[in-house]
């Protein structure tokens, strides 16, 4: 069974300053692998996907991810945070398209806040 | 600009009332999900169709949930009789999986419940 693991509940950091949130997933064969963030009374919106090629995948709003199939993890980076960016932040794991399991295993989310 | 869209996006009701909760998915899209989002659970499947069948609602309570999707404009959640524990945000996607394509979930805004 697929699972995901995102080990920080609450991560706090200084506009401006870098960011990285963890994820590490649990899956049996090739993973497509997701970021998605919600802002407060918001839908999920997509930041970036993993489905194969280039383990390093750029996202909306200058977010990056990196595919580490030796650990893994699917990590979400980003340079330098603005406050706009508070929020909280799932990662989620999906199987290949053309079997009959169409579902989307998401994590416990980490929630950001960004101090001014 | 595409989007999937919930009405409502609040309801307040008394235990024992019936909710119905809709989902217009995005246009074309061939699948929908339905999740529901708590504090304690986080983000649980309760269920999805794909062209308007019912796949898997294995994480439904049976006895009181249903998932419809009359047509392909409409997918219905309901809930009869509703109790307090029921009260949580509940969110709709939709995508286009299947053989060859990306298992994309796009999410809807929400509707937050509440029942007294």
């Known amino acids: 069974a697929q699972s995901v693991t995102q080990p920080d509940i609450h991560i706090t950091v200084s506009e401006g300053a870098s960011l990285e949130l963890r994820c590490n997933y649990s899956y049996g064969a090739t993973p497509y692998l997701f970021w998605y963030v919600q802002s407060p009374g918001q839908g999920l919106q997509l930041l970036l996907k993993?489905?194969?090629?280039?383990?390093l995948v750029q996202g909306i709003k200058g977010f990056e991810a990196e595919f580490k199939r030796s650990q893994s993890s699917f990590n979400l980076r980003k340079p330098s945070v603005h406050w706009s960016d508070a929020a909280e932040y799932f990662c989620?794991?999906?199987?290949?398209?053309?079997?009959?399991?169409?579902?989307?295993?998401f994590g416990k989310g980490t929630l950001l806040t960004v101090n001014p | 600009d595409a989007r999937v869209t919930q009405t409502p996006r609040h309801k307040v009701t008394e235990m024992g009332q019936e909710v119905t909760m809709r989902c217009q998915p995005i246009l074309g899209h061939n699948t929908v999900f339905w999740y529901r989002q708590t504090m304690m659970q986080g983000l649980e499947l309760l269920a999805y169709?794909?062209?308007?069948?019912?796949?898997?609602d294995s994480g439904m309570p049976k006895d009181r949930f249903s998932a419809e999707m009359p047509d392909a404009t409409l997918a219905t959640l309901k809930i009869q009789p509703s109790e307090p524990r029921d009260s949580a945000v509940y969110f709709c996607?939709?995508?286009?999986?299947?053989?060859?394509?990306?298992?994309?979930?796009?999410f809807g805004a929400g509707t937050r419940l509440s029942v007294l």
């Open positions: 169709f794909r062209n308007r069948a019912p796949l898997d």
């Open positions: 989620a794991v999906g199987a290949e398209s053309g079997g009959s399991n169409y579902k989307l295993t």
């Open positions: 996607a939709s995508g286009l999986v299947g053989l060859g394509l990306r298992n994309i979930q796009y």
């Open positions: 993993y489905f194969s090629g280039d383990t």
